[in-house]
């Protein structure tokens, strides 16, 4: 019988840690984030800049730390995941007329985002993701013109990150 058990154990353990690997996995093909060494503040502004570089306007910009923590407190949740956590909003009329021309309905994916935050273990690193939003698109024409968003963002990260 303690080796039924035991065999369980092994099993349920393996399978946990498998399926959060395949999660980390997951995330990373999903999202793609830079650290970048400095304060949250600088690095939000360096984002604004490459932003505003491409000829974009951050159109809005939402406080989703801020609101984590405020909202924690109701679902009891103590832990603060972040320091800082802002999601920064805008659009291209270049990227989105080609996008919604190719078809009406990817207008979902307007506007695009790019994510600036700290964590609490580390306020000295402030990361810059964005959601990669070609991945797991099958249909090749769709994917390409998807592709062509995340070259976009992935160049103001990387103007961001200098």
């Known amino acids: 019988m303690q080796q039924k058990k035991t065999i369980g154990f092994l099993i349920l353990f393996i399978l946990f840690f498998s399926s959060n690997l395949v999660i980390a996995n997951g995330v990373s093909a999903l999202v793609k984030v830079v650290p970048i060494e ?19 306007v951050v159109d809005h910009t939402s406080d ?12 009891g949740e ?3 995941i972040y320091q800082n956590a802002q999601v920064l909003e805008f659009c291209s009329a270049l990227y989105s007329r080609k996008m919604a021309k190719f078809s009406p309905a990817l207008l979902a994916y307007c506007p695009y985002a790019i994510s600036v935050y700290t964590l609490n273990e580390d306020p000295a690193t ?9 991945r797991g698109i099958e249909d090749i024409p ?3 013109v998807l592709k062509e968003i995340d070259d976009l963002l992935e160049a103001i990260i990387e103007e961001a990150a200098l």
């Open 38 to 56: 400095g304060t949250f503040q600088d690095v939000k502004e360096r984002v604004i800049f490459a932003v505003e570089s491409q000829g974009l």
């Open 64 to 75: 989703v730390g801020g609101m984590l923590a405020r909202t924690g407190k109701d679902l």
């Open 78 to 80: 103590t832990t603060q």
């Open 126 to 134: 402030t990361y810059v993701a964005f959601k990669r939003i070609s």
């Open 142 to 144: 769709t994917r390409n």
